[in-house]
């Protein structure tokens, strides 16, 4: 069964989210809701749209709680009123299927020190960020919010970092994370084999095909890769089910690791 991913149109542009070269703005769509969108003329384009998609959606198969995801159309009149010229060329660079988490109003930063969560969700979302190379989960940068005092996930488009050279992807996928020593949860993830069993029985290779299978083909087609859509498909796929199935690695490297700082 395929993921449900629902599909609306861009209507109002309200605000920029963040500094930062890829200029995320929070924007109203077809259905009245307002999303962080995440633009394919930014930054790393439709790499880091197939990193965010891949990444949430795989975080949710793995019972974290994720925004939800939308497909947002940005057509050609939109933006023509935006004053600021970087967002305005932002824009014009984005027409077509671009990347929309549901904006969690009123949501604070997940602070390291002030909140708390047990020790085995620690340690499956360091599992977690190991298994998808998210090198974007540091104590100066979380991305974690508290929100209706839970936890929640959000920006994954660091993962797979892999695929910016798209080269000896194998390797990349039999290597442990060496990023994880600057992860936010590292020293509260004492559970980490226990994570590795859990992880590893609702991450399957049944829930990489089905994530991997509702990538949208046109980010693949115009992620700048000389591999086909089907191709580069396959080698995300691939590296997903190998890094999985060798999930020892980066998990026996995120103890050493953590070992050594407490």
């Known amino acids: 069964m395929g993921l449900n991913i629902r599909h609306e149109t861009m209507t109002l542009y309200l605000q920029p989210l963040r500094e930062g070269g890829s200029l995320p703005g929070l924007v109203e769509a077809s259905d009245g809701f307002r999303y962080a969108a995440k633009f394919r003329g930014a930054g790393h384009g439709t790499k880091a749209l197939i990193a965010e998609f891949i990444g949430s959606e795989l975080a949710r198969i793995a019972g974290f709680r ?3 995801l939308v497909l947002l159309d940005l057509g050609p009149e939109f933006g023509r ?3 600021d010229e970087e967002i305005q060329d932002l824009l014009r660079g984005s027409e077509g ?9 009123g949501a604070l ?3 390291i020190i002030a909140n708390k969560t047990d020790s085995l969700t620690a340690s499956k979302l360091v599992w977690l960020d190991s298994f ?11 991305n974690m919010l508290l929100w209706n005092r839970e936890l929640w996930l959000i920006d994954h488009g660091a993962s797979l970092y892999f695929h910016h050279s798209w080269s000896d992807w194998e390797k990349a996928a039999l290597s442990p994370f060496p990023y994880v020593k600057d992860h936010a949860m590292l020293r509260d993830a004492d559970r980490l084999a226990e994570a590795d069993r859990e992880m590893r029985g609702l991450i399957t290779d049944a829930a990489i095909d089905t994530v991997v299978d509702a990538l949208p083909s046109d980010w693949l087609a115009a992620s700048g890769s000389p591999a086909s859509v089907e191709e580069q498909r396959e080698v995300y796929r691939s590296f997903l089910k190998t890094r999985l199935s060798n999930s020892e690695i980066f998990t026996r ?9 407490v």
Not at 97 to 105: A, C, D, E, K, T
Not at 253 to 261: D, F, G, K, P, T
């Open 66 to 68: 994720v925004p939800e």
């Open 81 to 83: 009123t935006e004053g």
């Open 97 to 105: 299927l671009n990347l929309g988490v549901h904006f969690l109003s």
């Open 109 to 111: 930063t997940w602070d």
């Open 132 to 142: 998808l190379t998210n090198i974007d989960r540091t104590p100066r940068n979380t």
């Open 253 to 261: 490297h995120a103890i050493a690791v953590r070992e050594s700082l």
